[in-house]
């Protein structure tokens, strides 16, 4: 279920990695290595590297603005 984005704050710079730490420590080989591939795509989606996969693909030819 999706919450919404909570934005924190951090005094220090190095929490953020230090917790990132604790909570895969935490997770199993194969859970890390499911959110590893998922945040990657999600990365690659992010800087236009991949389109999104919803549904059929569609070609959309217009003519340009400024001829």
């Not at 080989?29 to 992010?46: A, G, H, N, T, V």
Request: charge should be neutral; proline fraction near 4%; hydrophobic fraction near 35%.
């Amino acid at each position: 279920m999706n919450k919404g984005r909570v934005i924190t704050i951090f005094k220090d710079l190095n929490d953020p990695y230090i917790q990132s730490m604790i909570d895969g420590a935490k997770e199993s080989p194969e859970e890390r290595s499911i959110k590893f591939f998922q945040q990657w795509r999600e990365m690659d989606y992010f800087f236009g590297n991949i389109q999104p996969t919803d549904g059929e693909r569609k070609i959309t030819i217009r003519k340009a603005e400024w001829i």
